[in-house]
Nanobody, 125 residues
Framework: VQLQASGGGLVQAGGSLRLSCAAS????????MGWFRQAPGKEREFVAT????????NYADSVKGRFTISRDNAKNTVYLQMNSLKPEDTAVYYC???????????????????WGQGTLVTVSS
């Protein structure tokens, strides 16, 4: 099982990026998925999560109103649209998938069984 995150890069403050996370090796269409990030010198933190159908989402307060998580189960892919980016959004972004079918969306890292390799987002001021 692999989760391949992509879409990171360098962007100016106020700009936008769209991250993608494509899963292979098994389907996650019945499983919640999420995004986390880790800034230099800091611990990994929750960013956003989405339930198996896409009907329910949850966000960290720091990104609420600026980021949108979505999924395409036919493509086994989850996305993170990031708008109005700030320098403090600079981090390595990781996608994650839970092994629990039909589980609710969750912000707890321990609820996720599969992790991608991360993609670097750098926001310049």
């Amino acid at each position: 099982v692999q989760l391949q995150a992509s879409g990171g890069g360098l962007v100016q403050a106020g700009g936008s990026l769209r991250l993608s996370c494509a899963a292979s090796g098994r389907t996650f269409s019945s499983n919640p998925m999420g995004w986390f990030r880790q800034a230099p010198g800091k611990e990994r933190e929750f960013v956003a999560t989405i339930n198996w159908s896409g009907s329910s989402t949850n966000y960290a307060d720091s990104v609420k109103g600026r980021f949108t998580i979505s999924r395409d189960n036919a493509k086994n892919t989850v996305y993170l649209q990031m708008n109005s980016l700030k320098p403090e959004d600079t981090a390595v972004y990781y996608c994650a998938a839970s092994g629990r079918r039909y589980y609710t969306e969750t912000d707890r890292p321990t609820d996720y069984d599969y992790w991608g390799q991360g993609t670097l987002v750098t926001v310049s001021s």
